[in-house]
């Protein structure tokens, strides 16, 4: 019989999730850069080459989504639970009662 997963368990397998998968496009990225910077010392310096034109712009957006990570991840991080309950308690009037 499988396990019936509350919602609380499930939001909190979504965001442990997510905050993975950020993390591994982190790491990639960092690691991605760290190719092009060292392709980039290959190159000539002081040409217009096409090649660090490219490189340049491929870093550049890089850099971006680098400095908006830290901040996509601190949404998930410590995971919280959303505390839903199903049933609520029904809210009473006590001005209308009569």
């Known amino acids: 019989m499988a396990k019936t997963i509350d919602i609380n ?3 909190t397998v979504v965001k442990e999730s997510e905050k993975a998968a950020l993390k591994a496009v982190q ?8 190719d092009l910077a060292e392709i980039e010392s290959t ?7 096409d090649a660090q034109r490219i490189i340049n712009s491929i870093r550049n ?4 989504a680098r400095y908006e990570l830290p901040q996509l991840m ?7 639970t959303i505390n839903y309950n199903p049933m ?3 809210v ?4 209308n009662a009569g």
């Open 9 to 11: 368990e499930a939001a």
């Open 27 to 34: 790491d990639k990225i960092s690691q991605f850069d760290a």
């Open 43 to 49: 190159l000539a310096a002081d040409l217009p080459l």
């Open 61 to 64: 957006n890089l850099s971006s």
């Open 74 to 80: 601190s949404r998930y991080t410590p995971a919280t």
């Open 88 to 90: 609520p308690t029904p």
């Open 92 to 95: 009473t009037d006590s001005t």
